[in-house]
């Protein structure tokens, strides 16, 4: 018998139903659907209309996740997400409420882009020290509601959704067990990805702030060479940990931010692009919820197949970044809504990586 250990049992995703394609995108914003697919692989993305919060696009994903580890009662609920429905208090014991789950602890993990990695560690490690058996991991986000309207560079590149898995306890030798992870921070860069107004920084000084300030801000080169960075050296060390050779590694599900910043991550670890699972394209980056997406898509697809050896990374503000190293098991997960089934090869045409990130 092998250590306990959490065990993927279910998998779910949503994404809401308002699609805007580069194209729309243009029609407001000095922009090209050619620059923004050649700069970062993404044609269209969802967003939702007024009215959604986070919370109901965690419930559609959660609610999926159950359904597919065929479970309507678990331990714990963790939500990544850094656009909660409120400031206080957190999102997650209302998703928890409104998916009928009683009086689970449920909370908040807030790191952004890594929120997913960092909730799924959290409750991985949950499971395996005995304190919960089951546990629901949402990723969910709805970053167009703090993008500034008149951005063209973030709102090309952020969509809204979530993802969300089911983990149950059973053993490390298991199809499925959750093997290891590796998660780290620098806060000395936290200016790199921001909201700067809003906090309680800006509160404590009772003034109102520019209004450019209570939108997201970002400095995209330097997230971008953060990005291939960390992921890969993260990923790399999960390796190391659960003992797989990088030739070992069947699929690489990295943070879906730009295409070229997967290249280039499959580049730095020394695997095929065609490992890596790739959905930007048609979903953007949707933040928390961008690896349990891909995860979706490329089970959907068949990319992903019962048995493969795959490594998650993340990378987001704060900084913040993790992986974590799992077997997959066999799952019956249903496609996203309103979106078309993934072409294979999954990756957009090869684009350059630009100097700065190599
Ligand atoms: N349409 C047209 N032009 C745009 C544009 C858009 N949507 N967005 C930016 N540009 C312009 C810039 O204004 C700049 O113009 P300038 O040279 O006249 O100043 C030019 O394109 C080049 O900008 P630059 O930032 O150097 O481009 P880039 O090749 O680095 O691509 C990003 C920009 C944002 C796509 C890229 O840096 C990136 O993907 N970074 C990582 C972002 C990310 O993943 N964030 C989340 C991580 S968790």
Avoid at 324 to 353: C, D, F, I, M, N
């Amino acid at each position: 018998m092998t250590a306990r250990a959490a065990v993927l049992s279910g998998l779910g995703g949503w994404v809401p139903p308002r699609l805007v394609t580069n194209d729309q995108l243009a029609e407001e914003l000095d922009t090209t659907d050619e620059w923004i697919r050649t700069r970062t692989g993404i044609r269209q993305r969802f967003v939702v209309d007024a009215g959604m919060a986070t919370s109901g696009i965690a419930i559609e994903a959660g609610r999926r996740a159950l359904r597919s580890a065929d479970r309507s009662r678990v331990d714990l609920v963790v939500l990544a997400t850094s656009t909660p429905d409120h400031p206080c208090p957190a999102t997650a014991p209302e998703v928890a409420s409104r998916l009928g789950l009683g009086e689970a602890p449920a909370f908040d993990i807030a790191a952004v882009c890594s929120g997913f990695v960092y909730a799924l560690a959290t409750s991985a490690t949950m499971i395996a020290s005995g304190s919960v058996d089951t546990a629901l991991v949402i990723g969910a986000d709805s970053f167009s509601t703090i993008l500034n309207p008149r951005d063209r560079t973030t709102r090309a590149i952020f969509g809204d959704g979530a993802g969300a898995v089911v983990l149950r306890a059973g053993e490390a030798g298991e199809r499925g067990a959750i093997l290891g992870f590796d998660l780290g921070s620098d806060g000395s860069q936290a200016d790199l990805i921001t909201v700067p107004a809003g906090g309680s920084e800006q509160r404590s000084m009772g003034l109102l702030a520019p209004e450019d300030d209570y939108f997201f801000d970002m400095q995209g080169r330097s997230v971008f060479r953060n990005a291939v960075i960390r992921m890969s050296e993260s990923a790399g060390k999960v390796a190391e940990r659960v003992g797989w050779s990088v030739g070992e590694i069947d699929r690489v599900i990295a943070h879906q931010a730009n295409v070229r910043i997967l290249h280039a991550v499959a580049l730095e670890l020394g695997i095929p692009v065609e490992r890596l699972v790739v959905n930007l394209d048609r979903v953007a980056n949707t933040v928390a919820a961008s690896i349990p997406l891909a995860l979706v898509d490329g089970v959907v697809s068949g990319h992903l197949q019962p048995d493969d050896q795959v490594m998650l990374c993340g990378f987001g503000g704060g900084l913040t970044w993790g992986a974590a190293g799992l077997t997959l098991p066999s799952l019956s997960v249903e496609p996203l809504p309103g979106l078309p089934l993934p072409t294979r090869p999954p990756l957009p045409a090869a684009l350059p990586v630009p100097a700065a990130a190599r």
